[in-house]
């Protein structure tokens, strides 16, 4: 597997870097770090003085990372692109890469502990499953791989995207379903989901749990803060989540505990 990390060089990017080194074993994959920048001067004389100096600087820490990183026996290289994060990191992932890796503010609210503006325009555009690491998250941690899904035969046919992207971790799934509304008939059971995938994926553990919840995001709030130690995945085609994710008007209280990472799986579609 490749997976391309953006790094900003914070605290918050190294700890994605910890998390993704920890992906990389688990994968027996490679790692291709990713900075990008762009210029803040208008004299050409201070661009020029500019782009040296930010260059120098993000070749020494990436060395630094890289030296690192090799030591643990890893295979690793990196880049310096002069463009927006967003554009880099989506046209970078395209063709090159599995996965893609970006770390998380931290902040109060939703749209800035997962979603800042890099993170967000990444999870709308980049074509590759994308992997939200927040502040002191670790691998070492994780005790389940929780999907949200809705009950129906089209997201069945995402699910092997997920194990195909996790198995490597051997760790149990859960599969949660919010339910919003009562008297509402899903075009599958749980008992008819569980069947199936038991015989398609007979050597793995998968858990079911129904929430009970008026909206989506409550439900997941709720779901995150009961498992702490889970890695959340889900995917783009459930627009009704990421409407409210990507609605900067909302000012509502935390939607995930920001201690849980977040996999955006991509709809093929």
């Known amino acids: 597997m490749k997976i391309l990390l953006a790094t900003d060089f914070s605290e918050n990017a ?3 870097f910890r998390f993704a080194k920890e992906l990389a074993k688990a994968h027996h994959g490679s790692l291709t770090l990713l900075f990008a920048y762009t210029p803040v001067f208008d004299f050409a004389a201070q661009l020029a003085e500019y782009i040296v100096a930010i260059e120098d600087q993000a070749k020494k820490e990436m060395e630094k990372m890289k030296k690192g990183a ?3 026996g890893l ?3 990196y880049l310096i692109k002069q463009e927006t994060a967003s554009t880099a990191i989506c046209s970078e992932a395209e063709n090159k890469h599995d996965l893609v890796i970006v770390g998380s503010s931290g902040e109060s609210k939703i749209s800035q502990a997962f979603l800042g503006t890099t993170t967000t325009e990444v999870i709308k555009h980049c074509p590759k499953p994308v992997l939200c690491i927040p502040p002191e998250a670790q691998f070492k941690n994780m005790n389940t791989i929780s999907l949200a899904m809705e009950l129906n035969k089209e997201d ?3 699910l092997g995207q997920l194990i195909t992207l996790t198995k490597d971790y051997k760790l149990p799934y859960k599969i949660i379903h919010i339910k919003e509304k009562e008297g509402i ?3 599958i059971t749980f008992f008819e ?3 199936y995938l038991k015989d398609r994926f007979p050597e ?3 858990g079911y749990e129904e929430i009970a919840a008026q909206e989506v995001n409550k439900g997941l709030q709720k779901y995150a803060e009961q498992h702490p130690q889970t890695l959340l995945s889900m995917f783009t085609r459930h627009r009704t989540f990421f409407d409210y994710l990507f609605n900067k008007s909302h000012s509502a209280e ?5 201690t849980v990472p977040l996999l955006v799986l991509k709809s093929k579609k």
């Open 14 to 16: 190294q700890n994605a």
């Open 254 to 258: 935390l939607a995930l505990h920001t």
């Open 185 to 187: 008939t899903q075009e």
């Open 156 to 158: 069945i046919t995402f």
């Open 193 to 195: 989901l569980s069947a």
């Open 70 to 72: 090799k030591k643990e």
């Open 75 to 77: 295979k690793i290289s």
């Open 204 to 206: 793995l553990n998968i």
